[in-house]
C-alpha cells in the first residue's frame, strides 16, 4: 500500500507538470510573460503576454473595450502583425473549447490559476497592461469586487485565500498581481485558507451541519479514502501532501472534510492540514515567481521529501519471518491473557459497507506498537470495557479474526486490523432496535475513535493458518460476512506484499464471499484490485443472497455458489489443496449438506471424505 502512495504522489507530480507545460493556452491574461510585445490599434495599448516560445497571440481590437484571441503556432520572435477580425465561426469554437474546458474542473478560472507558470510577470503585466473587466480571471475579479468597497488589499487576499475550492491555488497569483511582496503574500494566504479549517472540522462534528453538507462529504470521502490507511503517522503524511499539492479537488477544505470522516484527532488533523497549506503555499509561490521551473522544483523538492517518510520503514517486508518463513514452531499462542491484557491503541475507524448493507460493518486498525506480534489466520481476544449488569462482573472476552497481515496495513508490523459488523436487535413489539440487547463489543469497536484504548488478548488459534512450505498449495477459502477477516490477511500476504511466502508462491487462492446484497461486499476494491494484477492466480466468487438465483430457482448462499464448481473443487482437494471455512456458524449445516450431496453423486462416502482431509491438515474451519 505504501508503494500505492507513492505512486499517487508521484502522479500528483506529474499532473501538474502537465498542467504547467500547457498553461499557455489558457491562463489568465495578465498571469505569465516571457517577452513582452506590444501593439496599438484605435488608440488602444495592449501589451501581450503570451508571446512564449513557439506561440504567440493574434490580436484585433473591434473597440477599445473588446479583445478577441485566437493561438497560432510561429517561431518569429519580435514580429508584430494585425489581423482582421475573428470570424464568428472561429468565435464559436473558441467558446466549445472553453466549455469543454470548463467540464474538465469545477471551475476553469481555479485550474487556469493552478497552472499558471506565473513569474515576475504577474507584476510586469499589472503595470503595463491596460484591458477590460471581460479578460480578468475570477480571481482578479472577485479583488476587485471586494476593492470598490474599499477594502485594504491584504484582507481582500486573505478572503480569497479562505474561499473553498480557490484556496491558495487562486489566492497566491492573485496576491502578486495586487502588488503585494510575494513576503506578504505567503503568510497572508496561508493564515487565511486555515481561518475556515478551524471553524469547519469542530462544526462538522454536528449532526445538522453534517446532513447539510452530506453530499460533499460524500464526494470529499471518495477524494481522500487512500488517507485512511496505515498508522496515525502515515494518515499524518498522507493529509499533509494531500492538501499540500495544489491541484484542483485537493486543498484545505477536502483534506477537512477527509481528516473527519477517518476520525483523526483534531489536534492532530490540523497541524497535518496546516504543514500542507504552507507546502501548497510555497509551490504557488516558487509557480508565481519561478514559472514552469520553479513550480516543477517545487513539486519535485515535495516529491523528495514524501518518499523518504514512506520509505523509512523496511521496504521489503521480512523482518518479522521465521526462519524459514514457513516454520510454524515458534507461532505465538495467548502472549497476553485476560487477567493481563495488553492494552492497544485505535489509529482509525471506518465504515466499509455501502447505505443499502443489512448492517454496519466497521475496519478498525489499531496500533501495538510491535508489541502484539500475531500471524495470519490468528485471531485477537478483545475485551470491552465496563461489567456486566447481571452480576456486575467485567465483560468476557470476544474473539475477532484478525484482517490484516502481520506487518498491518501500513507494513510497520506496528499495527493489525479487526473487521467488526455492529451486533443489534430489531424487536418486533417496539418496531425498533432495543439498544439493551445490542452486542456490547461490536458496538464498542464499531463506536472507537483515533486514540481509544482497546483491551486485547491474544493472538489465539492455529487452525487457520496457511501451510507455507509447499509453494505450489492451492488455498480455498469460503466466508460469509465478517468470516473475510482472515482471508484479508493471506491474500495480502502472498499478493500484495513483498514477503518470502509472496515470492515464492506458484498456486492458485480462490475466494468465495457470501453476503446480502452489493452494498455489502467487504474490502472488495482489494479483490478486484489483486484479480486485476494476479489473474493466474486468485480467483473470486460471490453470492449475494439477496440478487442472485442458484440453480434451483432459490437465493444464492454461499453454499449454492461452492455447488456450482464441486467438480473442480473436489480435484483440487484430491491434489492436496486446503479449503476454510469462516463465518457465522449457521453456514456449515448447508456447505455439509451441499458437500454430502456432491459426494454421494459421485459415489464417495462423505464421512470417510471428510475425516481423510482432517487427517492431512486440509480442512479448516473457524465459525462464531
Same mark, same amino acid.
Given at each position: 500500500?505504501?508503494?500505492?502512495? !507513492?505512486?499517487?504522489?508521484?502522479?500528483?507530480? /506529474?499532473?501538474?507538470?502537465?498542467?504547467?507545460?500547457?498553461?499557455?493556452?489558457?491562463?489568465?491574461?495578465? /498571469?505569465?510573460?516571457?517577452?513582452?510585445?506590444?501593439?496599438?490599434?484605435?488608440?488602444?495599448?495592449?501589451?501581450?503576454?503570451?508571446?512564449?516560445?513557439?506561440?504567440?497571440?493574434?490580436?484585433?481590437?473591434?473597440?477599445?473595450?473588446?479583445?478577441?484571441?485566437?493561438?497560432?503556432? #510561429?517561431?518569429?520572435?519580435?514580429?508584430?502583425?494585425?489581423?482582421?477580425?475573428?470570424?464568428?465561426?472561429?468565435?464559436?469554437?473558441?467558446?466549445?473549447?472553453?466549455?469543454?474546458?470548463?467540464?474538465?474542473?469545477?471551475?476553469?478560472?481555479?485550474?487556469?490559476?493552478?497552472?499558471?507558470?506565473?513569474?515576475?510577470?504577474?507584476?510586469? /503585466?499589472?503595470?503595463?497592461?491596460?484591458?477590460?473587466?471581460?479578460? !480578468?480571471?475570477?480571481?482578479?475579479?472577485?479583488?476587485?469586487?471586494?476593492?470598490?468597497?474599499?477594502?485594504?488589499?491584504?484582507?481582500?487576499?486573505?478572503?480569497?485565500?479562505?474561499?473553498?475550492?480557490?484556496?491558495?491555488?487562486?489566492?497566491?497569483?492573485?496576491?502578486?498581481?495586487?502588488?503585494?511582496?510575494?513576503?506578504?503574500?505567503?503568510?497572508?494566504?496561508?493564515?487565511?485558507?486555515?481561518?475556515? =479549517?478551524?471553524?469547519?472540522?469542530?462544526?462538522?462534528?454536528? *449532526?445538522?451541519?453534517?446532513?447539510?453538507?452530506?453530499?460533499?462529504?460524500?464526494?470529499?470521502?471518495?477524494? #481522500?479514502?487512500?488517507?485512511?490507511?496505515?498508522?496515525?503517522?502515515?494518515?499524518?503524511?498522507?493529509?499533509?501532501?494531500?492538501?499540500?499539492?495544489?491541484?484542483?479537488?485537493?486543498?484545505?477544505?477536502?483534506?477537512?472534510?477527509?481528516?473527519?470522516? !477517518?476520525?483523526?484527532?483534531?489536534?492532530?488533523?490540523? $497541524?497535518?492540514?496546516?504543514?500542507?497549506?504552507?507546502?501548497?503555499?510555497?509551490?504557488?509561490?516558487?509557480?508565481?515567481?519561478?514559472?514552469?521551473?520553479?513550480?516543477?522544483?517545487?513539486?519535485?523538492?515535495?516529491?523528495?521529501?514524501?518518499?523518504?517518510?514512506?520509505?523509512?520503514?523496511?521496504?521489503?517486508?521480512?523482518?518479522?519471518?521465521? *526462519?524459514?518463513?514457513?516454520?510454524?514452531?515458534?507461532?505465538?499462542?495467548?502472549?497476553?491473557?485476560?487477567? #493481563?491484557?495488553?492494552?492497544?491503541?485505535?489509529?482509525?475507524?471506518?465504515? =466499509?459497507?455501502?447505505?443499502?448493507?443489512?448492517?454496519?460493518?466497521?475496519?478498525? =486498525?489499531?496500533?501495538?506498537?510491535?508489541?502484539?506480534?500475531?500471524? *495470519?489466520?490468528?485471531?485477537?481476544?478483545?475485551?470491552?470495557?465496563?461489567?456486566?449488569?447481571?452480576?456486575?462482573?467485567?465483560?468476557?472476552?470476544?474473539?475477532?479474526?484478525?484482517?490484516?497481515?502481520?506487518?498491518?496495513?501500513?507494513? $510497520?508490523?506496528?499495527?493489525?486490523?479487526?473487521?467488526?459488523?455492529?451486533?443489534?436487535?430489531?424487536?418486533?413489539?417496539?418496531?425498533?432496535?432495543?439498544?439493551?440487547?445490542?452486542?456490547?463489543?461490536?458496538?464498542?469497536?464499531?463506536?472507537?475513535?483515533?486514540?481509544?484504548?482497546?483491551?486485547?488478548?491474544?493472538?489465539?488459534?492455529?487452525?487457520?493458518?496457511?501451510?507455507?512450505?509447499?509453494?505450489?498449495?492451492?488455498?480455498?477459502?469460503?466466508?460469509?460476512?465478517?468470516?473475510?477477516?482472515?482471508?484479508?490477511?493471506?491474500?495480502?500476504?502472498?499478493?500484495?506484499?513483498?514477503?518470502?511466502?509472496?515470492?515464492?508462491?506458484?498456486?492458485?487462492?480462490?475466494?468465495?464471499?457470501?453476503?446480502?446484497?452489493?452494498?455489502?461486499?467487504?474490502?472488495?476494491?482489494?479483490?478486484?484490485?489483486?484479480?486485476? #494484477?494476479?489473474?493466474?492466480?486468485?480467483?473470486?466468487?460471490?453470492?449475494?443472497?439477496?440478487?442472485?438465483?442458484?440453480?434451483?430457482?432459490?437465493?444464492?448462499?454461499?453454499?449454492?455458489?461452492?455447488?456450482?464448481?464441486?467438480?473442480?473443487?473436489?480435484?483440487? !482437494?484430491?491434489?492436496?489443496?486446503?479449503?476454510?471455512?469462516?463465518?457465522?456458524?449457521?453456514?456449515?449445516?448447508?456447505?455439509?449438506?451441499?458437500?454430502?450431496?456432491?459426494?454421494?453423486?459421485?459415489?464417495? *462416502?462423505?464421512?470417510?471424505?471428510?475425516?481423510?482431509?482432517?487427517?492431512?491438515?486440509?480442512?479448516?474451519?473457524?465459525?462464531?
Amino acid at each position: 500500500m505504501r508503494s500505492v502512495s !507513492l505512486l499517487r504522489t508521484a502522479a500528483a507530480a /506529474a499532473v501538474a507538470a502537465l498542467f504547467l507545460s500547457s498553461a499557455e493556452a489558457f491562463v489568465p491574461r495578465t /498571469a505569465t510573460t516571457t517577452s513582452l510585445y506590444t501593439t496599438t490599434i484605435q488608440n488602444v495599448r495592449v501589451v501581450d503576454p503570451l508571446r512564449h516560445g513557439s506561440s504567440m497571440m493574434k490580436m484585433n481590437v473591434h473597440t477599445p473595450t473588446v479583445i478577441e484571441m485566437e493561438m497560432s503556432s #510561429s517561431k518569429e520572435e519580435g514580429a508584430l502583425t494585425d489581423y482582421e477580425s475573428l470570424t464568428t465561426k472561429m468565435h464559436g469554437r473558441r467558446t466549445k473549447v472553453f466549455k469543454l474546458m470548463g467540464k474538465c474542473a469545477a471551475m476553469l478560472s481555479v485550474m487556469m490559476l493552478a497552472a499558471a507558470s506565473a513569474p515576475q510577470s504577474a507584476v510586469a /503585466a499589472k503595470k503595463s497592461v491596460e484591458v477590460a473587466t471581460e479578460h !480578468l480571471h475570477v480571481g482578479q475579479k472577485i479583488a476587485n469586487y471586494f476593492r470598490s468597497f474599499g477594502l485594504p488589499d491584504v484582507g481582500i487576499l486573505a478572503l480569497i485565500s479562505a474561499l473553498p475550492v480557490v484556496e491558495l491555488r487562486g489566492a497566491v497569483p492573485v496576491g502578486v498581481w495586487m502588488g503585494l511582496p510575494i513576503a506578504t503574500v505567503l503568510p497572508v494566504c496561508v493564515l487565511g485558507n486555515m481561518v475556515p =479549517i478551524l471553524l469547519l472540522l469542530p462544526l462538522l462534528r454536528m *449532526e445538522w451541519v453534517k446532513k447539510l453538507m452530506d453530499p460533499i462529504l460524500k464526494r470529499a470521502e471518495k477524494k #481522500s479514502q487512500s488517507l485512511g490507511v496505515g498508522s496515525l503517522e502515515k494518515q499524518w503524511i498522507s493529509l499533509a501532501a494531500f492538501v499540500g499539492i495544489p491541484l484542483p479537488g485537493t486543498g484545505a477544505w477536502t483534506g477537512a472534510m477527509g481528516a473527519f470522516l !477517518l476520525n483523526m484527532p483534531t489536534t492532530v488533523a490540523l $497541524s497535518s492540514i496546516f504543514t500542507g497549506v504552507c507546502m501548497a503555499g510555497v509551490i504557488m509561490s516558487a509557480i508565481t515567481l519561478a514559472g514552469r521551473t520553479g513550480g516543477i522544483a517545487a513539486l519535485a523538492a515535495l516529491f523528495f521529501v514524501f518518499i523518504s517518510e514512506f520509505t523509512k520503514s523496511s521496504t521489503k517486508q521480512d523482518f518479522l519471518e521465521a *526462519e524459514p518463513y514457513w516454520d510454524q514452531s515458534n507461532v505465538p499462542v495467548n502472549v497476553y491473557k485476560n487477567k #493481563s491484557p495488553f492494552v492497544g491503541k485505535v489509529v482509525s475507524t471506518k465504515r =466499509i459497507v455501502g447505505p443499502k448493507a443489512t448492517g454496519e460493518t466497521c475496519h478498525i =486498525i489499531i496500533d501495538h506498537e510491535g508489541d502484539f506480534p500475531y500471524w *495470519e489466520g490468528q485471531s485477537w481476544g478483545v475485551i470491552p470495557p465496563g461489567n456486566r449488569e447481571k452480576d456486575g462482573k467485567p465483560h468476557s472476552v470476544r474473539l475477532y479474526s484478525i484482517a490484516s497481515s502481520r506487518y498491518g496495513d501500513d507494513m $510497520s508490523g506496528k499495527t493489525g486490523s479487526l473487521c467488526a459488523r455492529r451486533a443489534t436487535y430489531w424487536c418486533p413489539e417496539l418496531q425498533a432496535e432495543d439498544p439493551a440487547k445490542k452486542g456490547v463489543c461490536s458496538n464498542f469497536l464499531c463506536d472507537t475513535k483515533p486514540g481509544d484504548e482497546v483491551m486485547m488478548t491474544g493472538p489465539a488459534g492455529k487452525v487457520m493458518l496457511m501451510p507455507e512450505e509447499d509453494p505450489k498449495t492451492n488455498y480455498i477459502m469460503v466466508a460469509t460476512g465478517t468470516g473475510i477477516a482472515p482471508y484479508r490477511g493471506f491474500i495480502r500476504r502472498l499478493f500484495v506484499e513483498d514477503t518470502p511466502a509472496a515470492n515464492a508462491y506458484k498456486g492458485e487462492a480462490w475466494l468465495f464471499l457470501g453476503v446480502a446484497n452489493s452494498d455489502a461486499l467487504l474490502y472488495d476494491d482489494e479483490w478486484q484490485s489483486v484479480l486485476e #494484477s494476479n489473474s493466474d492466480q486468485f480467483r473470486l466468487d460471490y453470492a449475494l443472497s439477496r440478487e442472485q438465483t442458484n440453480k434451483k430457482g432459490g437465493k444464492m448462499y454461499i453454499q449454492d455458489k461452492v455447488e456450482e464448481y464441486a467438480d473442480e473443487i473436489f480435484s483440487k !482437494l484430491d491434489s492436496g489443496a486446503h479449503i476454510y471455512f469462516c463465518g457465522l456458524k449457521g453456514m456449515m449445516p448447508g456447505i455439509q449438506d451441499m458437500l454430502k450431496e456432491v459426494c454421494a453423486s459421485k459415489g464417495i *462416502e462423505f464421512d470417510e471424505w471428510l475425516k481423510g482431509l482432517k487427517k492431512n491438515k486440509q480442512w479448516h474451519v473457524e465459525v462464531y
